[in-house]
């Protein structure tokens, strides 16, 4: 007999998804789920949603990493409730990861929670943390042919920021091909061409956020 033990796995993960879907719409809180190779600008776009936003929504950010508490530490240094997650080794967040973080946020005072997933392009798209909306970031040195390899992750967000745009001139990026493949895989994405550092698509950004991922309160 075989067991599909992926299949399992998703199962037991879509189910605890689903209770922290529920749990957010109880307290009418939105939830994002930023997902990037290592280094791609993850917490730079948290940043400028952060200041952005200048309070409201009321956010706070759930920081997904192997090891090392560097990003949430930035992130409460902006005065921002910030917890982290250590998966020791796992190259993705789960729900039930989520859902224990969940336990320690103040959710009726928060209209926003955004979650930088573990920098990787492959399983943190396969699994669901019961997030409203999924975004994710390719950036320019990582070169334009990413979509072609990571298909699913750019089929299962609702955008696509293309950061470090300010990089461009010393890199082969094709921004017209990336475009294309992308269109291709997912029509419906949002496509946003941002350099957190420079500040171009910044307001873009906030301005998706602020519509997409608006408080239902
Ligand atoms: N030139 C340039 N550098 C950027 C930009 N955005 C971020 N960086 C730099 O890229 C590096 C990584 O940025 P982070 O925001 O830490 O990236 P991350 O995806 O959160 O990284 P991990 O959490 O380690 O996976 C930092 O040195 C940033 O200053 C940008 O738009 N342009
Ligand atoms: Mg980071
Ligand atoms: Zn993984």
């Known amino acids: 007999m075989r067991i599909d033990v992926k299949k399992n796995i998703l199962?037991?993960?879509?189910?605890?998804?689903?209770?922290?879907?529920?749990?957010?719409?109880?307290?009418?809180?939105?939830?994002?789920?930023?997902?990037?190779?290592?280094?791609a600008g993850k917490t730079s776009v948290i940043m400028r949603a952060i200041e952005g936003a200048a309070g409201d929504p009321a956010m706070a950010v759930i920081e997904g990493d192997i090891?090392?508490?560097?990003?949430?530490?930035?992130?409460?240094?902006?005065?921002?409730p910030a917890l982290q997650i250590n998966t020791g080794g796992s190259c993705h967040l789960t729900a039930a990861m989520i859902g224990s973080a969940l336990d320690h946020l103040d959710l009726e005072a928060l209209d926003l929670v955004i979650i930088e997933n573990v920098g990787n392009l492959v399983c943190p798209a396969e699994?669901?943390?019961?997030?409203?909306?999924?975004?994710?970031?390719?950036?320019?040195?990582?070169?334009h042919d990413k979509p072609y390899k990571y298909p699913l992750m750019f089929r299962e967000v609702e955008a696509v920021l293309?950061?470090?745009?300010?990089?461009?001139?010393?890199?082969?990026?094709?921004?017209?091909?990336?475009?294309?493949?992308?269109?291709?895989?997912?029509?419906?994405?949002?496509?946003?061409?941002?350099?957190?550092?420079?500040?171009?698509?910044?307001?873009?950004?906030?301005h998706w956020l602020a519509g997409t991922a608006a408080p239902v309160k």
Request: with cysteine; net charge negative; glycine share 6%.
């Open 162 to 206: 293309i950061n470090k745009v300010d990089l461009a001139p010393y890199c082969d990026f094709d921004m017209r091909q990336f475009r294309k493949v992308v269109g291709e895989l997912n029509p419906k994405a949002t496509i946003i061409e941002m350099s957190c550092t420079e500040g171009q698509g910044v307001e873009e950004w906030n």
């Open 11 to 39: 199962a037991s993960n879509n189910s605890l998804a689903a209770t922290n879907r529920e749990r957010l719409e109880k307290h009418g809180v939105c939830m994002v789920n930023l997902m990037a190779s290592p280094g």
């Open 67 to 80: 090891a090392s508490e560097i990003d949430s530490l930035a992130i409460e240094a902006m005065d921002i």
């Open 127 to 143: 699994f669901d943390l019961g997030e409203t909306s999924r975004v994710m970031i390719s950036s320019i040195a990582e070169g």
